[in-house]
Protein backbone atom coordinates (compact mmCIF):
# COMPACT_ATOMS: atom_id res chain seq x y z
CA UNK A 1 0.00 0.00 0.00
CA UNK A 2 1.35 3.44 -0.81
CA UNK A 3 2.17 5.44 1.75
CA UNK A 4 -0.23 8.40 2.29
CA UNK A 5 0.59 12.03 1.69
CA UNK A 6 0.12 14.63 4.66
CA UNK A 7 0.57 18.42 3.50
CA UNK A 8 0.39 20.81 6.27
CA UNK A 9 0.57 24.56 5.02
CA UNK A 10 1.44 27.63 7.72
CA UNK A 11 3.12 31.00 7.34
CA UNK A 12 6.19 32.53 8.76
CA UNK A 13 3.87 35.74 10.03
CA UNK A 14 5.89 35.48 13.50
CA UNK A 15 6.20 32.09 14.88
CA UNK A 16 3.72 31.03 16.01
CA UNK A 17 1.57 29.50 12.45
CA UNK A 18 4.88 27.84 12.12
CA UNK A 19 5.63 26.27 15.84
CA UNK A 20 1.97 25.16 15.67
CA UNK A 21 2.62 23.26 12.34
CA UNK A 22 5.97 22.00 13.29
CA UNK A 23 3.71 20.04 16.32
CA UNK A 24 1.33 18.70 14.47
CA UNK A 25 4.14 17.60 11.77
CA UNK A 26 6.08 16.21 15.04
CA UNK A 27 2.87 14.43 16.12
CA UNK A 28 2.09 12.71 12.80
CA UNK A 29 5.52 11.07 12.29
CA UNK A 30 4.36 9.59 15.96
CA UNK A 31 0.78 8.45 15.03
CA UNK A 32 1.35 7.81 11.60
CA UNK A 33 5.41 6.75 11.71
CA UNK A 34 5.07 5.54 7.29
CA UNK A 35 3.20 8.37 6.24
CA UNK A 36 4.59 10.95 3.97
CA UNK A 37 4.81 14.55 5.51
CA UNK A 38 5.34 18.23 3.59
CA UNK A 39 5.44 21.31 5.68
CA UNK A 40 4.97 24.13 3.54
CA UNK A 41 5.76 27.71 4.39
CA UNK A 42 3.00 29.25 2.36
CA UNK A 43 4.29 32.71 2.72
CA UNK A 44 8.30 32.26 1.52
CA UNK A 45 9.70 33.18 -0.72
CA UNK A 46 10.73 29.57 -2.40
CA UNK A 47 7.12 29.13 -2.15
CA UNK A 48 5.49 32.30 -4.05
CA UNK A 49 7.78 35.73 -4.32
CA UNK A 50 4.41 37.91 -4.52
CA UNK A 51 3.22 35.71 -1.49
CA UNK A 52 6.37 36.93 0.11
CA UNK A 53 5.99 40.50 -0.60
CA UNK A 54 2.69 40.29 0.79
CA UNK A 55 4.52 39.13 3.87
CA UNK A 56 7.15 41.85 3.78
CA UNK A 57 4.37 44.80 3.40
CA UNK A 58 2.30 43.47 6.28
CA UNK A 59 5.49 43.58 8.46
CA UNK A 60 6.38 46.92 7.29
CA UNK A 61 2.83 48.02 8.07
CA UNK A 62 3.27 46.76 12.00
CA UNK A 63 6.16 48.36 11.87
CA UNK A 64 5.30 52.09 11.29
CA UNK A 65 1.50 51.97 11.11
CA UNK A 66 0.05 49.54 13.68
CA UNK A 67 -3.26 51.10 13.81
CA UNK A 68 -3.70 50.86 9.77
CA UNK A 69 -3.74 47.12 11.27
CA UNK A 70 -5.69 47.76 13.66
CA UNK A 71 -8.72 49.12 11.23
CA UNK A 72 -7.73 46.06 8.75
CA UNK A 73 -8.60 43.71 11.38
CA UNK A 74 -12.07 45.72 12.53
CA UNK A 75 -12.78 45.58 8.82
CA UNK A 76 -12.17 42.36 8.00
CA UNK A 77 -13.93 41.47 11.56
CA UNK A 78 -17.82 41.93 9.83
CA UNK A 79 -19.38 39.60 7.53
CA UNK A 80 -19.31 41.18 4.70
CA UNK A 81 -15.69 42.65 4.98
CA UNK A 82 -14.61 39.31 6.29
CA UNK A 83 -15.57 37.71 3.17
CA UNK A 84 -14.28 40.23 0.68
CA UNK A 85 -10.90 39.74 2.46
CA UNK A 86 -10.82 35.54 2.27
CA UNK A 87 -11.85 35.88 -1.26
CA UNK A 88 -9.60 38.64 -2.10
CA UNK A 89 -6.41 36.37 -0.36
CA UNK A 90 -7.83 32.97 -1.93
CA UNK A 91 -8.17 33.79 -5.60
CA UNK A 92 -4.54 35.64 -5.25
CA UNK A 93 -2.99 32.34 -3.78
CA UNK A 94 -5.21 30.36 -5.62
CA UNK A 95 -2.19 29.50 -8.40
CA UNK A 96 0.62 28.69 -6.01
CA UNK A 97 -1.81 25.93 -4.51
CA UNK A 98 -2.55 24.51 -7.60
CA UNK A 99 1.10 24.25 -8.00
CA UNK A 100 1.88 22.73 -5.06
CA UNK A 101 -1.21 20.34 -5.10
CA UNK A 102 -0.29 18.58 -8.48
CA UNK A 103 3.29 18.54 -6.58
CA UNK A 104 2.42 16.70 -3.96
CA UNK A 105 -0.71 15.33 -4.44
CA UNK A 106 -1.76 15.28 -0.78
CA UNK A 107 -4.79 12.72 0.52
CA UNK A 108 -4.85 15.51 3.53
CA UNK A 109 -4.54 19.03 3.64
CA UNK A 110 -3.81 20.35 6.94
CA UNK A 111 -3.43 24.55 7.10
CA UNK A 112 -2.16 26.40 10.63
CA UNK A 113 -2.97 30.06 8.86
CA UNK A 114 -5.89 31.51 7.18
CA UNK A 115 -4.74 32.60 4.17
CA UNK A 116 -3.70 28.70 2.94
CA UNK A 117 -6.93 27.77 4.50
CA UNK A 118 -9.00 30.17 2.42
CA UNK A 119 -7.12 29.34 -0.55
CA UNK A 120 -7.67 25.31 -0.21
CA UNK A 121 -11.27 26.00 0.55
CA UNK A 122 -11.52 28.11 -2.26
CA UNK A 123 -9.65 25.05 -4.47
CA UNK A 124 -12.03 22.01 -3.36
CA UNK A 125 -15.58 24.02 -4.23
CA UNK A 126 -14.11 24.87 -7.51
CA UNK A 127 -12.88 21.57 -8.53
CA UNK A 128 -16.01 19.55 -6.27
CA UNK A 129 -13.01 18.01 -4.23
CA UNK A 130 -13.38 15.78 -1.03
CA UNK A 131 -9.90 16.49 -0.24
CA UNK A 132 -9.86 16.39 3.58
CA UNK A 133 -9.14 19.55 5.41
CA UNK A 134 -8.20 20.21 8.79
CA UNK A 135 -7.94 23.56 10.01
CA UNK A 136 -6.04 24.51 13.45
CA UNK A 137 -6.50 28.38 14.48
CA UNK A 138 -4.30 29.79 16.28
CA UNK A 139 -5.62 32.62 18.30
CA UNK A 140 -7.52 32.70 21.40
CA UNK A 141 -10.86 34.45 19.92
CA UNK A 142 -12.47 33.70 16.69
CA UNK A 143 -12.29 35.58 13.53
CA UNK A 144 -13.94 35.76 9.92
CA UNK A 145 -10.62 35.15 8.39
CA UNK A 146 -10.33 31.70 9.62
CA UNK A 147 -13.86 30.45 8.85
CA UNK A 148 -14.42 28.61 5.26
CA UNK A 149 -16.50 26.24 3.45
CA UNK A 150 -16.06 22.40 2.96
CA UNK A 151 -13.22 22.28 6.38
CA UNK A 152 -14.14 18.70 7.37
CA UNK A 153 -12.64 19.42 10.82
CA UNK A 154 -11.90 22.79 13.00
CA UNK A 155 -9.57 22.85 15.46
CA UNK A 156 -9.60 25.96 18.35
CA UNK A 157 -8.47 26.88 21.55
CA UNK A 158 -11.19 27.10 23.76
CA UNK A 159 -15.00 26.13 24.30
CA UNK A 160 -16.58 29.43 23.80
CA UNK A 161 -15.12 29.65 20.28
CA UNK A 162 -16.73 26.77 19.24
CA UNK A 163 -20.03 27.39 20.92
CA UNK A 164 -18.96 30.89 18.50
CA UNK A 165 -18.87 29.07 15.69
CA UNK A 166 -21.93 26.39 16.15
CA UNK A 167 -24.04 29.54 16.66
CA UNK A 168 -23.16 30.86 12.83
CA UNK A 169 -24.25 27.67 11.75
CA UNK A 170 -21.31 25.41 11.81
CA UNK A 171 -21.56 21.55 12.54
CA UNK A 172 -21.09 20.95 15.96
CA UNK A 173 -19.21 17.50 14.92
CA UNK A 174 -16.70 19.19 13.06
CA UNK A 175 -15.86 21.61 15.89
CA UNK A 176 -13.30 20.61 18.26
CA UNK A 177 -11.94 22.56 21.42
CA UNK A 178 -8.73 20.46 21.80
CA UNK A 179 -6.39 23.73 22.93
CA UNK A 180 -3.46 24.94 20.75
CA UNK A 181 -1.04 22.44 19.83
CA UNK A 182 2.36 22.36 21.12
CA UNK A 183 5.05 20.26 21.21
CA UNK A 184 5.33 17.30 22.85
CA UNK A 185 8.49 18.33 24.34
CA UNK A 186 6.60 20.96 27.09
CA UNK A 187 6.02 17.75 29.37
CA UNK A 188 9.68 15.95 29.21
CA UNK A 189 10.86 19.35 30.87
CA UNK A 190 13.69 18.84 33.85
CA UNK A 191 11.59 20.67 37.36
CA UNK A 192 12.78 24.58 37.28
CA UNK A 193 15.70 23.84 39.24
CA UNK A 194 17.07 21.58 37.12
CA UNK A 195 16.62 23.62 34.36
CA UNK A 196 18.65 26.09 36.34
CA UNK A 197 21.31 24.32 37.16
CA UNK A 198 21.82 23.18 33.41
CA UNK A 199 21.63 26.84 32.71
CA UNK A 200 23.81 27.89 34.96
CA UNK A 201 21.53 30.29 36.76
CA UNK A 202 21.89 30.56 40.74
CA UNK A 203 18.93 29.05 42.34
CA UNK A 204 17.87 32.02 44.68
CA UNK A 205 17.56 34.21 42.03
CA UNK A 206 14.40 35.80 40.54
CA UNK A 207 14.67 34.93 36.83
CA UNK A 208 12.61 36.96 34.11
CA UNK A 209 12.75 35.77 30.27
CA UNK A 210 11.95 38.82 27.97
CA UNK A 211 10.78 37.43 24.43
CA UNK A 212 9.34 39.31 21.28
CA UNK A 213 7.87 36.14 19.39
CA UNK A 214 10.30 34.87 16.23
CA UNK A 215 10.83 38.39 14.53
CA UNK A 216 12.29 40.45 17.66
CA UNK A 217 9.03 42.53 18.31
CA UNK A 218 8.26 44.30 21.41
CA UNK A 219 10.38 46.94 22.78
CA UNK A 220 13.01 44.63 24.63
CA UNK A 221 15.52 47.07 24.39
CA UNK A 222 12.51 49.46 26.08
CA UNK A 223 12.09 47.22 28.97
CA UNK A 224 15.78 46.33 29.76
CA UNK A 225 15.72 50.09 30.48
CA UNK A 226 13.01 49.65 32.51
CA UNK A 227 13.79 46.74 34.64
CA UNK A 228 17.02 48.58 35.28
CA UNK A 229 14.87 50.53 37.52
CA UNK A 230 14.71 47.55 40.31
CA UNK A 231 16.96 47.46 43.03
CA UNK A 232 17.14 43.81 43.44
CA UNK A 233 19.58 41.91 41.34
CA UNK A 234 17.80 40.12 38.42
CA UNK A 235 18.64 37.67 35.71
CA UNK A 236 17.42 38.70 32.99
CA UNK A 237 16.89 36.33 29.70
CA UNK A 238 16.55 37.80 26.19
CA UNK A 239 15.14 36.05 23.62
CA UNK A 240 15.89 38.38 20.34
CA UNK A 241 14.29 36.28 17.57
CA UNK A 242 15.80 36.83 14.35
CA UNK A 243 16.32 40.68 15.28
CA UNK A 244 20.51 40.70 15.15
CA UNK A 245 20.29 44.57 15.85
CA UNK A 246 18.34 44.12 18.53
CA UNK A 247 20.48 41.07 19.92
CA UNK A 248 23.38 43.19 19.50
CA UNK A 249 21.60 46.06 21.69
CA UNK A 250 20.56 43.75 24.12
CA UNK A 251 24.16 42.84 25.03
CA UNK A 252 25.22 46.11 24.95
CA UNK A 253 23.02 46.82 27.42
CA UNK A 254 23.92 44.05 29.85
CA UNK A 255 27.69 45.65 29.87
CA UNK A 256 26.72 47.95 32.28
CA UNK A 257 23.53 46.80 33.92
CA UNK A 258 23.18 46.03 37.41
CA UNK A 259 21.51 42.50 36.68
CA UNK A 260 22.99 39.52 35.24
CA UNK A 261 21.89 39.50 31.56
CA UNK A 262 22.23 36.65 28.68
CA UNK A 263 21.01 36.94 25.27
CA UNK A 264 19.89 34.49 22.36
CA UNK A 265 18.52 34.61 18.41
CA UNK A 266 16.35 32.41 16.99
CA UNK A 267 16.62 29.32 19.48
CA UNK A 268 14.86 25.93 20.18
CA UNK A 269 15.64 26.92 23.71
CA UNK A 270 12.57 28.72 24.38
CA UNK A 271 10.81 26.07 26.38
CA UNK A 272 13.69 25.06 28.75
CA UNK A 273 14.31 29.20 29.56
CA UNK A 274 10.95 29.93 29.94
CA UNK A 275 10.69 26.75 32.14
CA UNK A 276 13.44 28.27 34.19
CA UNK A 277 11.94 31.37 34.76
CA UNK A 278 9.72 33.04 37.36
CA UNK A 279 7.79 35.64 34.69
CA UNK A 280 7.63 36.04 31.26
CA UNK A 281 7.63 39.76 29.87
CA UNK A 282 6.58 39.34 26.08
CA UNK A 283 3.95 40.48 23.23
CA UNK A 284 0.46 37.94 23.81
CA UNK A 285 1.02 35.71 20.66
CA UNK A 286 -0.99 32.80 21.10
CA UNK A 287 1.66 29.80 21.10
CA UNK A 288 3.81 31.79 23.48
CA UNK A 289 1.09 32.06 25.86
CA UNK A 290 0.01 28.33 25.33
CA UNK A 291 3.72 26.91 26.14
CA UNK A 292 3.76 29.32 28.96
CA UNK A 293 0.38 27.90 30.33
CA UNK A 294 2.20 24.32 30.50
CA UNK A 295 4.83 25.21 32.10
CA UNK A 296 3.31 27.28 34.97
CA UNK A 297 4.97 30.46 33.77
CA UNK A 298 3.44 34.10 34.92
CA UNK A 299 2.78 36.55 32.33
CA UNK A 300 3.37 40.18 31.95
CA UNK A 301 1.98 41.42 28.69
CA UNK A 302 2.56 44.51 26.57
CA UNK A 303 2.08 45.69 23.06
CA UNK A 304 -0.42 43.59 21.49
CA UNK A 305 -0.55 43.59 17.86
CA UNK A 306 -4.05 45.28 17.49
CA UNK A 307 -6.55 42.66 16.75
CA UNK A 308 -5.69 38.73 17.65
CA UNK A 309 -2.81 39.69 20.67
CA UNK A 310 -5.27 42.00 22.08
CA UNK A 311 -7.87 39.16 22.42
CA UNK A 312 -4.95 36.90 23.38
CA UNK A 313 -4.02 39.33 26.25
CA UNK A 314 -7.90 39.79 27.95
CA UNK A 315 -7.83 35.72 27.93
CA UNK A 316 -5.27 35.43 29.62
CA UNK A 317 -5.30 38.28 32.43
CA UNK A 318 -9.38 37.67 32.68
CA UNK A 319 -7.91 33.82 33.84
CA UNK A 320 -5.74 35.16 36.37
CA UNK A 321 -2.52 33.75 34.45
CA UNK A 322 -1.07 37.45 33.52
CA UNK A 323 -0.61 40.75 33.51
CA UNK A 324 -1.38 42.96 31.24
CA UNK A 325 0.62 46.36 31.34
CA UNK A 326 -1.48 49.06 29.64
CA UNK A 327 0.36 51.98 28.28
CA UNK A 328 1.59 54.83 30.51
CA UNK A 329 1.69 52.04 33.23
CA UNK A 330 4.82 51.20 34.43
CA UNK A 331 6.70 47.96 33.97
CA UNK A 332 9.04 47.81 36.72
CA UNK A 333 6.65 48.86 39.70
CA UNK A 334 4.39 46.11 37.96
CA UNK A 335 7.11 43.59 38.03
CA UNK A 336 7.57 44.45 41.80
CA UNK A 337 4.02 43.78 42.34
CA UNK A 338 4.00 40.59 40.86
CA UNK A 339 7.35 39.58 42.86
CA UNK A 340 5.73 40.69 46.20
CA UNK A 341 3.23 38.48 48.58
CA UNK A 342 2.01 35.27 46.80
CA UNK A 343 0.69 36.70 43.45
CA UNK A 344 3.88 34.51 41.16
CA UNK A 345 2.13 31.33 42.94
CA UNK A 346 -1.42 32.28 41.85
CA UNK A 347 -0.73 33.25 38.89
CA UNK A 348 1.62 30.09 37.98
CA UNK A 349 -1.56 27.87 39.58
CA UNK A 350 -4.14 29.57 36.89
CA UNK A 351 -1.67 29.21 34.01
CA UNK A 352 -1.50 25.56 34.66
CA UNK A 353 -5.56 25.66 34.92
CA UNK A 354 -5.69 26.65 30.91
CA UNK A 355 -2.66 24.24 29.83
CA UNK A 356 -3.69 22.08 27.16
CA UNK A 357 -0.62 20.23 26.59
CA UNK A 358 -1.94 17.32 24.89
CA UNK A 359 -3.40 19.27 22.28
CA UNK A 360 -1.23 17.96 19.47
CA UNK A 361 -1.79 14.29 20.36
CA UNK A 362 -5.89 14.72 20.54
CA UNK A 363 -5.71 17.17 17.19
CA UNK A 364 -3.71 14.54 14.89
CA UNK A 365 -5.98 11.57 16.51
CA UNK A 366 -8.87 13.23 14.54
CA UNK A 367 -7.62 14.08 11.53
CA UNK A 368 -5.91 10.58 10.96
CA UNK A 369 -9.49 9.29 11.59
CA UNK A 370 -11.24 11.38 10.04
CA UNK A 371 -8.90 11.04 7.06
CA UNK A 372 -9.68 7.14 7.53
CA UNK A 373 -5.85 6.86 7.59
Known sequence: MAAKKILILTASIGSGHIKAAEAVAEELVRQQPGAEITTVDFMARSTSFWHWLTKKIYL??????????DVFYQLSSSETGGSCGKNMFALFMLPVFNRLQAKYQPDCVICTHPFPAGTVSLWKERHHSKLPLSVVMTDYSLHPMWLCKGVDNYFMATEDM????????????TLHAEGIPISADVQGLPIKDELRKMLGIALEKRVILLMGGGLGLGGIERTLQELEKIKQSLVLLVVAGRNEQ??????????????TIRTWGYTNEVKRLMGAADLLITKPGALTISEAFALGTPMLLHDPIPGPETENAVYATRHGAAVWLHPGEKLAAAVEEIFRGDSLSTMQEQALKRARPLASKKIVKIILSAAGF
Open 246 to 259: LQQQAEDFALGSHH
Open 60 to 69: EMLNFVPNLY
Open 162 to 173: RQGMIAQGFAAE
